[in-house]
């Protein structure tokens, strides 16, 4: 395939790029994904999946995205290794410049390169992610029913995952290292009327603690100085996300955070040819099955504003 002649360049291949790299390829478009810093996307990092239909028994995060990929292939889609470095979105065709070297063009441009969580930067958190270290209590929370488990911050964010945890665990620590929390005066109550959510004030996490079967507890270092352990299975991170959009910035219009704007119902950006799909352009739901359907609207949306330029 001479790269002059992509239709569709897919920037991400987590369930928003697949998805609309199916879509593309079964419209006969000619399409290309690059799978971007974490082939697979964030879904490769958790373990088992059992919120997506069409998989009774649950799977994996890898297996699920190898499925995913496997799809798009059957329909011709071209998967290749790479990272968006630059964007030149001036004028037609569009450009993409890949791993800071090749410039790739196409009539029009898919992005998908999601949203990442922000972590603590501890290495011991690091060598448990994905076994019980986690920054979605709506994708892992059913794995630790009864049990204790932790959520790190402080905003709307963590409370939402501290009551939703609660519903589920025997207890629910919150750590916060402030005195108080940032979240809604609404959101605040939700938390204080939950009984098993106790609230640690003023503490950060020093170290996850585990072996080899996974996490079970956390060091925490009070503002004072003093240190305490916490037994906890599950280590839930809620201090925001970072969407993938910088490459991009210049060239369409995003939100306050970074999250690119889309236009109505569907997945057009500010700029004609350029569409956005999953985590990247939605600082809501970030759940897999969300992102698939909005890179199965991209994809159409592609198709449409590719059949608009050949009447």
């Keep these: 395939m001479a790269d002059g002649k992509i239709q569709v360049l897919i920037l991400g291949s987590g369930p928003a790029g697949y998805t609309a790299a199916i879509y593309a390829g079964r419209a006969g478009l000619r399409t290309v994904v690059y799978e971007g810093i974490q082939p697979g996307g964030q879904l490769t990092t958790t373990t088992d999946i059992e919120n997506f239909p069409g998989y009774p028994q649950?799977?994996?995060g890898q297996q699920m995205m190898d499925d995913f990929k496997a799809q798009a292939e059957r329909f011709g889609t071209e998967v290749r290794f790479g990272i968006a470095t630059k964007a030149d979105f001036s004028g037609k065709p569009l450009k993409v410049e890949i791993d800071g070297e090749k410039w790739i063009e196409a009539e029009s441009v898919i992005i998908a390169t999601g949203a990442t969580a922000r972590y603590l930067g501890l290495e011991s958190e690091e060598r448990f992610k994905g076994?019980?270290?986690?920054?979605?209590?709506?994708?892992?929370?059913?794995?630790?029913?009864?049990?204790?488990?932790?959520?790190?911050?402080?905003?709307?964010?963590?409370?939402?995952?501290?009551?939703?945890?609660?519903?589920?665990?025997?207890?629910?620590?919150?750590?916060?290292?402030?005195?108080?929390?940032?979240?809604?005066?609404?959101?605040?109550?939700?938390?204080?009327?939950?009984?098993?959510?106790?609230?640690?004030?003023?503490?950060?996490?020093?170290?996850?603690?585990?072996?080899?079967?996974?996490v079970t507890g956390a060091l925490?270092?009070?503002?004072?100085?003093?240190?305490?352990?916490?037994?906890?299975?599950?280590?839930?991170?809620?201090?925001?996300?970072?969407?993938?959009?910088?490459?991009?910035?210049?060239?369409?219009?995003?939100?306050?955070?970074?999250?690119?704007?889309?236009?109505?119902?569907?997945?057009?950006?500010?700029?004609?040819?350029?569409?956005?799909?999953?985590?990247?352009?939605?600082?809501?739901?970030?759940?897999?099955?969300?992102?698939?359907?909005?890179?199965?609207?991209?994809?159409?949306?592609?198709?449409?504003?590719?059949?608009?330029?050949?009447?």
Excluded at 154 to 178: F, H, P, Q, W
Excluded at 182 to 206: D, G, Y
Excluded at 257 to 284: L, N, W
């Design 58 to 60: 649950g799977v994996s």
């Design 131 to 214: 076994q019980g270290v986690s920054a979605c209590a709506t994708c892992d929370g059913f794995f630790y029913r009864k049990k204790d488990v932790a959520v790190v911050g402080g905003g709307d964010t963590a409370c939402e995952e501290a009551t939703y945890l609660a519903s589920l665990c025997n207890k629910v620590y919150m750590i916060v290292r402030r005195n108080v929390l940032r979240a809604s005066k609404a959101m605040q109550e939700r938390v204080f009327n939950t009984p098993n959510i106790e609230i640690l004030w003023e503490c950060q996490t020093k170290e996850v603690l585990g072996n080899d079967m996974g």
């Design 220 to 311: 925490l270092r009070h503002n004072d100085g003093s240190e305490k352990t916490i037994a906890i299975d599950g280590f839930f991170l809620a201090i925001g996300h970072h969407p993938n959009s910088d490459v991009f910035k210049e060239w369409i219009e995003t939100d306050s955070e970074g999250y690119i704007i889309t236009q109505g119902k569907g997945c057009r950006t500010s700029r004609e040819g350029v569409f956005a799909a999953g985590d990247v352009q939605d600082p809501t739901y970030r759940q897999a099955i969300n992102a698939a359907a909005s890179g199965c609207r991209a994809a159409m949306d592609a198709e449409k504003y590719l059949a608009s330029q050949k009447a």
